[in-house]
């Protein structure tokens, strides 16, 4: 159902559709709901802020360095993208 109590949607909204051809040719990422004690999201979220990178990057990153530290953290998996705006093209 949908929040406002409506019929549920049904397909991706219009600004899902643009995301679809971006991710073409790779595996579309997992999504996870996660609850967290207020306190400590409001220290993640500083963390973050600090680092430059979003409440969901940060969990990201976090969970990667602790898989890795573990020797867990699947040989095939992707790379975390870099943070900030895209480079422009060199050859343009």
Not at 48 to 73: C, M, T
């Amino acid at each position: 159902m949908s929040p406002a109590g409506g019929a549920p949607r049904s397909g991706p909204g219009p600004a899902e559709e643009p995301e679809r051809g971006a991710r073409a040719g790779r595996q579309a990422r997992k999504q996870v709901l996660l609850r967290l004690d207020p306190q400590v999201y409001e220290a993640l979220a500083r963390w973050a802020g600090e680092e430059l990178r979003s409440a969901n990057a940060q969990i990201e990153f976090l969970l990667r360095r602790a898989l890795a530290e573990s020797g867990r953290l699947p040989g095939g998996a992707a790379p975390i993208p870099p943070r900030g705006r895209p480079r422009a093209d060199p050859e343009s």
